[in-house]
């Protein structure tokens, strides 16, 4: 992915979506032109964000549950500043990702079998120092066991810090007052079925806003995580 020419002052932050190298049931080094890398020279292609058991691959299909690999070269030009940050959209139930071989960004523990993974949906930031590096070498390591899709689901953006922090920041607050505004008017509408019960219409209106509003708050920046330590098991239900 060539971004050289790209100015993140003026043009915002990058979908990182795309063309992704894809290693089924190996979890390549993530140091750049190691030797591990060189031997593999005839990747899968695959689009991401995409669930790996969805991927059109004439002669191949892949089940949900395993652990794979994804590798994405991002060239950056003179035009991006030596600390540069990742939004990460929950790519994966459990990951691991290295820039230019460093660990930069993980959830939960991905592993080769369901008994050393732990899964976890958190979506993440990451800032790298790239110096002068003019190429970012982005590898996640993917691991499921427990969700019937497997793979990405979300997109990865990159940015400047500031860019990145505003847009996370702004999506909290919008979703935090979107999901407190509906439970608060379903608590309102609630008490008003409970003084008048021959009147249903209120009680409806509050179970509809109490769905929407926890919906808000389990979806997205998954507000929910910030005040209890939900398991996959259960958050996933």
Avoid at 36 to 47: D, E, F, G, T
Avoid at 196 to 208: D, I, T
């Amino acid at each position: 992915l060539d971004t050289s020419e790209w100015d993140p002052d003026t043009m915002g932050m990058i979908d990182l979506s795309g063309e992704w190298e894809f290693y089924w049931r190996d979890f390549i080094s993530p140091i750049p032109e190691s030797d591990q890398q060189a031997a593999k020279s005839n990747p899968i292609i695959l689009k991401q964000p995409g669930l790996w058991n969805q991927a059109d691959i004439p002669g191949s299909y892949f089940p949900p549950d395993g652990f794979a690999s994804l590798r994405l070269v991002i060239r950056i030009g003179e035009k991006w500043p030596q600390k540069v940050a990742f939004y990460i959209l929950e790519p994966a139930n459990s990951y691991r990702m290295y820039i230019n071989g460093q660990l930069a960004a993980s959830s939960g523990q991905p592993g080769m079998d369901q008994a050393s993974t732990l899964h976890s949906l958190r979506p993440r930031t990451a800032e790298f120092i790239r110096g002068e590096q003019e190429e970012l070498e982005i590898v996640l390591h993917i691991a499921n066991y427990i969700d019937r899709e497997g793979g990405r689901k979300r997109p990865i953006y990159l940015g400047t810090t500031n860019t990145i922090k505003k847009m996370r920041n702004r999506r909290i607050v919008s979703e935090g007052l979107i999901g407190g505004a509906l439970l608060i008017i379903g608590l309102y509408n609630l008490v008003l079925f409970l003084v008048r019960r021959n009147e249903r219409l209120p009680l409806a209106f509050s179970v509809v806003c109490f769905v929407f509003g926890i919906y808000a708050l389990f979806s997205g920046e998954r507000l929910i995580l910030l005040f209890f330590d939900i398991p996959f098991e259960l958050f996933g239900k």
